[in-house]
């Protein structure tokens, strides 16, 4: 394993992040925090509890993970698609570097930067809410998956992606309407039966349910259902790098 290449990989793209600072960090901070405000005031005086919760603590993991997905997939997607735009992927390429220490550099740095703005957050909404981690362990296992995994899906998007607009198709049109309807600010059970089942389809649900069941024990799917999922999606993702990489596509065109 040549850690100095994944060294240099992970400290070029950590640069960018705090040369980028406003963009990176303030921006979705302040951008979570008025989902909050907003959410927690409009929807929390006519929604007082859920389950014994207060609605402005119920909506805090799912915040949390709206950030912390979208920055992932955004963070890893950029960081592999501007060396392909200018051209130096192909240097990368020849370099005496393997593909698992590419993804491991790009990919450690992504989830390391949406970990941090997610920790942020975290720490953020303590100040608007009073929070309680039951599972501290599972919180950080989940956050840290999610980091990861979404990582790796925005990895395989900017490599697909063969331009800007393209790139931020699949976390605007995909991903983000997944992360709305998947329980972010409200239970599944809320929701009539038909659609409850209609739901289950949405793997993001999977997600938001385990992580919030490591604050406050409430959970709309079995939480080991929930570490299957993530575990599968990122099972899923680290294939389909396998393959691109073995076959060149849309990297040696």
């Known amino acids: 394993m040549n850690w100095a290449a994944i ?4 400290r070029f793209e950590m640069a960018r ?25 409009a929807i929390g005086s006519r929604i007082q509890e859920i389950e014994g919760v207060s609605y402005g603590a119920f909506i805090v993991p799912g915040l ?6 979208m920055l992932s997939i955004s963070n890893a997607s950029f960081g592999i698609y501007f060396p392909k735009f200018l051209g130096t992927v192909y240097e990368l390429l020849s370099a005496p570097v393997n593909f698992i220490e590419i ?13 941090f703005v997610g920790l942020v957050i975290l720490a953020t909404a303590s100040f608007f809410v009073d929070l309680r981690i039951e599972h501290p362990f599972a919180m950080a296992a989940f956050l840290v998956l999610t980091c990861l995994s979404f990582s790796l899906l925005g990895f395989i998007v900017g490599i697909w992606a063969s331009n800007f607009e393209q790139m931020s198709l699949v976390p605007q049109l995909v991903v983000t309407p997944l992360i ?46 929930s570490l299957l999922a993530i575990a599968g999606f990122t099972g899923l993702c680290l294939a389909v790098i396998w393959w691109i990489f073995r076959t060149g596509w849309r990297i040696r065109s």
């Open 64 to 69: 949390i993970m709206l950030s912390v997905v």
């Open 17 to 41: 992040f705090f040369r980028t600072l406003a963009q990176s960090f303030i921006s979705p901070v302040l951008s979570t925090s008025l989902y909050f405000v907003v959410f927690g005031t």
């Open 103 to 115: 993804v491991i550099g790009y990919v450690g740095a992504a989830a390391t930067k949406a970990l």
């Open 7 to 10: 060294a240099a990989i992970y």
């Open 180 to 225: 709305f309807l998947g329980g972010t600010f409200y239970s599944i059970s809320m929701l009539p039966p038909a659609w409850q089942t209609v739901t289950l389809f949405n793997p993001v649900v999977y997600l938001i349910s385990g992580f919030r069941w490591s604050f406050y024990g409430l959970a709309d799917v079995p939480v080991g259902l």
